[in-house]
C-alpha cells in the first residue's frame, strides 16, 4: 500500500506499525522517526514560521484566517507523482495542515482516488483508536493490536502509581506563550493520570486563549511550557516571553522553583505513540518521589530563573 500522511502524528503511528516503506509522501513537519526525513514533501505552509517569535506567528496567522485564507497547501504535483492509495489527514487544528476538505478536493483529480482518512482525536483513548484505525486500512491488525497493549500498560502503570500518592499538584500547561494558551484535548487527561489536577483546562476540550489574571488566581503548583510545535532547544528559547513577566514571579510554581520546559512536539501536541512517553515525563515532573527516573535532557528540563 502507498501511504500519504500529512501531518506528523500519523507519521508516527505508520512507522510504529512497520509501515515506514509503505509511506511515500509526508508533510514538512513530519521529522520523527528520523527515517522519514527526506520522504516526498506533499504539502507546505503558505507563511514564512522561521525565525518569527511566539507573538510575531500569532498575528501572521491571526491575519491570515481573518481574511479566509489558507495557512498549508496540498502541493498536488508533488502528490500525483506519489500516486497514493491511502492519505491520512486530520480536521482537529486549522492551524496544522491542509484542511480536509482540501485534501478531498484534490484528490478527486488523482488519476486514481485515494482513501481518505481524517484522524481527529480528543483524548489518549481516540488515539489509541486512531493506530487501530490505520491498522485496519493497512491491513496490520496484529501489528496494533501489540503496539494499543503496550501503550494501555505504561498508560496503567503510571495511572496506579500516581493514584497512590498523597497530593495532587494544581498544574498549568501552557501550549502558546504569546498569547497565552492553554494546553487541551489529552493534555488536561495526562495531567489527571500522571498525579496531577489540571487547574484551568478540560479533558478532551479544544485548548483555549487565557489571561495573566486568570492563570496568577489558579495560583499553580506546577507549571509546563510546552509550546505547539516547539522542540526542548526553541521553548526554552522562547520561555522568557513569559517567564520575565511581573505577573509570572507570584506563582507559587516560580516560588518553588516547578517550572518545566518539554519538548511539546515531540511528547505533547502530536496525538500519536509518543503521547505515552509525554505522559511518563510528566509524572517524574509532577511526582518526582514516585517516578523517580528522569527524562533525557532533549526532552524536559526545569527552568531556573
Not at 511515500?24 to 514564512?48: F, H, I, M, N, Q
Not at 502528490?79 to 486530520?90: G, K, M, N, Y
Not at 482518512?117 to 486512531?130: F, K, N, Q
Not at 510528566?282 to 527524562?295: G, Q, S, V
Request: charged content about 25%; some cysteine.
Amino acid at each position: 500500500m502507498r501511504i500519504v500522511s500529512l501531518l506528523p502524528a500519523a507519521t508516527e503511528i505508520c512507522c510504529a506499525l512497520g509501515l515506514e516503506d509503505d509511506l511515500v509522501g509526508v508533510s514538512p513537519e513530519c521529522d520523527y522517526p528520523p527515517a522519514v526525513v527526506g520522504k516526498t514533501t506533499v504539502s507546505r505552509a503558505l507563511l514564512a514560521y522561521d525565525g518569527k517569535s511566539s507573538a510575531e506567528t500569532s498575528r501572521m496567522v491571526g491575519r491570515r484566517l481573518e481574511t479566509g485564507g489558507a495557512l498549508y497547501q496540498v502541493d498536488e504535483r508533488a502528490l500525483r507523482s506519489t500516486a497514493p492509495d491511502l492519505i491520512l489527514t486530520q480536521g482537529l487544528c486549522e492551524v496544522c495542515a491542509p484542511t480536509l476538505g482540501d485534501v478531498e478536493e484534490v484528490a478527486e483529480r488523482l488519476p486514481h482516488r485515494p482513501s481518505i482518512v481524517s484522524l481527529d482525536p480528543h483524548r489518549l483513548e481516540d488515539v489509541l483508536a486512531d493506530i487501530e484505525r490505520v491498522a485496519e486500512f493497512c491491513g496490520t491488525e496484529e501489528a496494533a493490536r501489540a503496539l494499543v497493549d503496550s501503550l494501555r500498560v505504561r498508560i496503567e502503570r503510571i495511572a496506579s502509581r500516581a493514584a497512590t500518592v498523597d497530593t495532587r499538584p494544581e498544574t498549568v500547561c501552557l501550549e502558546w506563550l504569546d498569547p497565552l494558551f492553554l494546553a487541551g484535548h489529552w493534555v488536561p487527561e495526562m495531567v489527571e493520570l500522571a498525579g496531577g489536577n489540571d487547574a484551568l483546562a478540560v479533558p478532551g476540550k479544544p485548548s483555549r486563549r487565557a489571561e495573566p489574571t486568570e492563570i496568577v488566581n489558579a495560583a499553580p503548583e506546577v507549571v509546563v511550557l510546552m509550546p505547539c510545535g516547539f522542540d526542548l532547544e526553541r521553548t526554552r528559547r522562547e520561555a522568557p516571553t513569559v517567564t520575565s513577566a511581573r505577573w509570572w514571579t507570584g506563582l507559587p510554581a516560580y516560588r518553588s522553583n516547578r517550572v518545566w520546559t518539554v519538548d511539546g512536539s515531540g511528547y505533547f501536541n502530536r496525538p500519536g505513540p509518543r503521547l505515552v512517553d509525554g505522559l511518563e515525563l510528566l509524572a517524574h515532573i509532577l511526582h518526582p518521589e514516585a517516578f523517580p527516573k528522569r527524562p533525557s535532557l532533549e526532552a524536559a528540563q526545569p527552568w531556573v530563573t
